[in-house]
Every structure is written in structure tokens, then in C-alpha cells.
């Protein structure tokens, strides 16, 4: 996935031209394909407390406010993420608002909200001139997960305090998102330390253009976890044309959470006992491709759930495209086969790096046999055809390696074709409302109930653990199976 941070100079108060200028930005982000773009502190209205002071009716949102409908909307255009910060309504009239972070996923619903934790009491601010004057003070940390990365939240004056993230760290978090407002380059720099320390990989958006206390100094930028600095937008030090507007972006592909992550295996499994269906019979509406080496058909079985999802997944395309299933449950021996041939494959090819590095390595196009969510029948590997059958642009063949396709076989893959970008979209936004979740590693991997499913969601416990299947003569007919 590629993320991005966009630096650009608000029109102090007015959100409706800050809307639509973030909202082109998106668009702009995801031509140059990303999957998430951040914005600087109280981008929304411009970083300027006497503005919102004077108008916290006008100058506070919350996240369905009509005044966002063209963020949203370019989220839902584009499949982009957006992390909005602007000045939230946290209560009733009279309750202070928070800095707040609306995180609206690439359908345009709120995904996630965090709101400013630390709040800065600045030297020479007059009184009720503070942020805390002004705003209430967050009480939990920000996390989301979006594309199979971990990402944390922080505003500003937070990443001043070594605990907001260290704690991002000690919870898995992969990614450091950081809105700000800094006025100069040395609290910007301090960031390649907080990346250092804790091992995260740190995108910042920088506020520009002058505030009543301060003018934002720009220099928005990308650290790794190394601490060393890859990227960074200008430094802002007077007004440009227009309002020198730049994306900073980074590739985070490497840090997504793989099936061979201990955090997968440790996702406890309580097997709800839903039985294995064969999708040709049960589900005649869904295409099922051939698979001439697979006789007894165990490739064409899935899980209930699973299947219910799918059929709400294909209502949802638009006119003139289906879904094509291609694989579904895989035998726990057939699964050892293929994850060991990769895995020798992999050593073949680098022969150097241990078998820890080989298993992990592998673990990116086959799962490992134990938590495998096909032989757990919660897996299905699928495409987009034309009502007639016709393959379309999806940018590789079903099944393409990191290797064979030089990556292009993440879902979020850049220097995609439009068609092929525009049909990833389409595909992720049907199989995403009918609660399905992506392996970002490969694109038409889509699962449901398994350990991957509750990892990606949040849930407890996963559904479906792996499971043995004898044959055809196990299940009953098709109607037997309700779920449609």
C-alpha cells in the first residue's frame, strides 16, 4: 500500500473550501496510487483557535456532517482512505470539542476516531487562549487496521510524550500517522528519533500558512523505522501561489501483517460447526471455474457463511460483472504441498537466508498449513468476468507470484492500469460490505470466520478452524442449504 501525506495551505474557516480541496487531493493521491492519505492538524478549518473559538457552532464537525460529503464521496470514488483532523463535537452544545481524527475508509464511512490526547499550553498564551481552554483532551489511543497494516494515531503535541508511542509499538502498531502543526524544523526532525526508538515507520503531515499563534513551517515527511528520512514536502516560510499543495508519499507494502505472523496463530479458534457446501449446487447463481486436477471437487466447497457473503458480494457489483470462483476449500495435505514447494522454491532462489526468513518469505502467496483459512474453508480465491464469462483487467492472472509479477499481486499495488485499478476497487468495495476480508499480498484472496478474518476485524476468536473433508457423500443436496 502506498500512503500518502498531504501538505496544503486551508483557507482559514471556511471548511466547505477545505473540504473540496482535500477532497481533490484524494483523487490526486489515489492517480498516484494510494490507499490512504493524512492531513495536518485542524486542517479542516485552518490551525487557528480564535477562529473556532469565535464559532464553535460553525467550526466544529462530526464525521457525518454534510460539509464532509466531498471527502467522503472522493473516498467512495476512489477506494482511498482519509485521515481528516478538525475540531469534533465530542457531546451536547455546551461540551468542549477535541482535535479530532476522523479516519473514513475507502467506502466512506467512519472507520476509526481518535482525538487528541496531549493538549498544548503554550508559553505567553493568554487566558482561555489554550488548547485546553478550548478543547477537551482525548482519553484512548488511535488504531485502525486498514489493508492488513497496523496503523496508530497521534496530533501534535502527543508525540512529545515517549509513552503515545511506545505504546503504538508494544500493540502491534506497524505504521505511525502523525497530524501536526509544528512551527519550525527541529520538532519536525525529532520524529526520525520516535521512529528510531520504536521501530515504526512515521508519516507526517505539517501544518502551513499562519495561525494566530504561529505559522506552520510545512515539511511534511516520511522517517523508517531505522530513523532515516526517505521523503519530504517544502518548508513553508511565506505564502505561494495557490496554496502549495504537496503529497509526500510512501510505500508500507513490507509491513504488512503476513499469515506466518505470531499474532495470526495466537487468534484463538472456536469452531462454530457450519458444514462445508459445494458452490456449483448450493449457490448455481455464482460461476465456478474448472479445476480438471481436483475430480472429487473439494476446490468448489466453502463454508455457510462464507457463501451467504459471496451471493450478498455479487448483488452488490454493478451492472455487467459477476464474481468467478476459482478456489475455496484446499485439503490440509494439499496445502503442506504447496507451502513447502514455495518455500523450496524461495531457497532456490536465495540461498542465503535462513529458514525462518524462507518461512516467512513464503508465507506472503501461500499460508502456512496450520492456520491456512482455505483448509479451514473460510478462504475463497475469485476474479471479476463480464456476464459472459470474459476475464477482465485485474492487473495479474489469478495466482501470480511476488516474483512472476513483480509485486503487482498486492491489492494495493501501484503503477496498476486504470482498468485494472478501477476493477480492484470495484471488487474490494463489493466483498468489503458483505464483511469479507482481503490478504493484501494477493488480491483475489478473500476470507471469512478464519483467524486472518478476526486479526483484520477485531474479533475475539475466529470462526472456522481447519477441517477434514471426506468427499461429496458427506453433504446433503442443495436443499438442504438454506443460507441463501
Not at 475540531?87 to 470539542?97: E, I, K, L
Not at 515539511?219 to 495557490?242: F, I, Q, Y
Not at 471455474?289 to 466453502?302: H, I, N, S, T, V
Request: hydrophobic share 40%.
Amino acid at each position: 500500500m502506498i500512503i500518502a501525506a498531504a501538505q496544503f495551505t486551508p483557507v482559514p474557516g471556511d471548511i466547505e473550501a477545505n473540504a473540496a480541496r482535500m477532497a481533490a487531493l484524494i483523487t490526486e493521491a489515489a492517480e498516484r496510487s494510494a490507499g490512504l492519505v493524512l492531513f495536518s492538524e485542524l486542517a479542516l478549518t485552518h490551525y487557528d483557535r480564535h477562529l473556532i473559538a469565535a464559532d464553535p457552532a460553525g467550526l466544529t464537525v462530526t464525521p457525518d456532517d454534510a460539509r464532509l460529503t466531498p471527502i467522503r464521496e472522493a473516498c467512495r470514488a476512489t477506494g482511498v482512505a482519509a485521515v481528516v483532523n478538525a475540531a469534533g463535537r465530542t457531546g451536547g452544545d455546551g461540551d468542549r470539542p477535541a482535535i479530532s481524527s476522523f479516519v473514513l475508509g475507502p467506502d466512506g464511512t467512519l472507520l476509526a476516531r481518535y482525538d487528541k490526547i496531549h493538549l498544548f499550553e503554550g508559553e505567553g498564551e493568554g487566558e482561555g487562549e489554550s488548547e485546553s481552554a478550548l478543547f477537551a483532551p482525548g482519553t484512548a489511543d488511535g488504531r485502525f487496521t486498514l489493508g492488513g497494516i497496523r496503523f496508530a494515531l497521534a496530533t501534535c503535541f502527543d508525540n512529545s510524550f515517549p509513552e503515545v508511542p511506545a505504546r503504538a509499538a508494544a500493540d502491534g502498531c506497524r505504521v505511525y500517522l502523525a497530524s501536526s502543526f509544528h512551527d519550525s524544523a527541529q520538532p519536525v526532525a525529532q520524529y526520525g528519533q520516535l521512529a528510531r526508538e520504536h521501530g515504526l515507520h512515521v508519516l507526517l503531515a505539517n501544518g502551513t500558512g499562519t495561525g494566530h499563534s504561529g505559522s506552520g513551517c510545512g515539511l511534511s515527511g516520511v522517517w523508517l523505522p531505522s530513523g532515516e528520512r526517505v521523503a519530504a514536502a517544502a518548508e513553508w516560510t511565506g505564502p505561494v501561489p495557490g496554496d502549495g499543495a504537496e503529497l509526500v508519499l510512501s510505500d508500507v507494502r513490507d509491513l504488512i501483517t503476513l499469515m506466518a505472523d505470531p499474532a495470526v496463530a495466537a487468534i484463538p479458534v472456536q469452531e462454530c460447526g457450519e458444514p462445508l457446501v459445494d458452490v456449483r449446487t448450493a449457490a448455481p447463481e455464482l460461476l465456478v471455474a474448472e479445476l480438471r486436477d481436483d475430480e472429487r471437487g473439494a476446490f468448489a466447497q466453502l463454508r455457510e457463511g462464507v457463501l451467504k457473503r459471496l451471493l450478498a458480494a455479487q448483488r452488490a457489483l454493478p451492472d455487467g460483472l459477476r464474481l468467478k470462483i476459482v478456489e475455496g476449500y484446499r485439503p490440509l495435505e494439499l496445502q503442506r504441498r504447496y507451502f513447502e514447494e514455495y518455500v523450496d522454491e524461495l531457497r532456490a532462489l536465495h540461498p542465503d537466508r535462513d529458514a525462518g526468513h524462507l518461512h516467512q518469505a513464503a508465507s506472503r502467496y501461500v499460508s502456512p498449513p496450520g492456520i491456512a483459512p482455505h483448509s479451514a474453508g473460510g478462504a475463497v480465491d475469485l476474479t471479476l468476468v463480464t456476464m459472459e464469462g470474459e476475464d477482465v483487467d485485474m492487473g495479474t492472472p489469478i495466482n501470480a507470484s511476488p516474483e512472476e509479477s513483480n509485486g503487482a499481486c498486492y491489492t494495493g499495488a501501484p503503477d496498476l492500469s486504470p482498468a485494472a485499478r478501477a476493477h480492484r476497487r470495484t471488487l474490494n468495495a463489493a466483498l468489503d460490505s458483505a464483511g469479507l476480508v482481503n490478504y493484501p499480498t494477493e488480491w483475489w484472496h478473500w476470507s471469512y470466520g478464519d483467524r486472518y478474518w478476526a486479526l483484520a476485524t477485531g474479533a475475539d476468536h475466529a470462526l472456522y478452524g481447519p477441517k477434514e473433508w471426506d468427499g461429496p457423500e458427506e453433504q446433503g443436496g442443495p436443499e438442504e442449504w438454506d443460507g441463501r
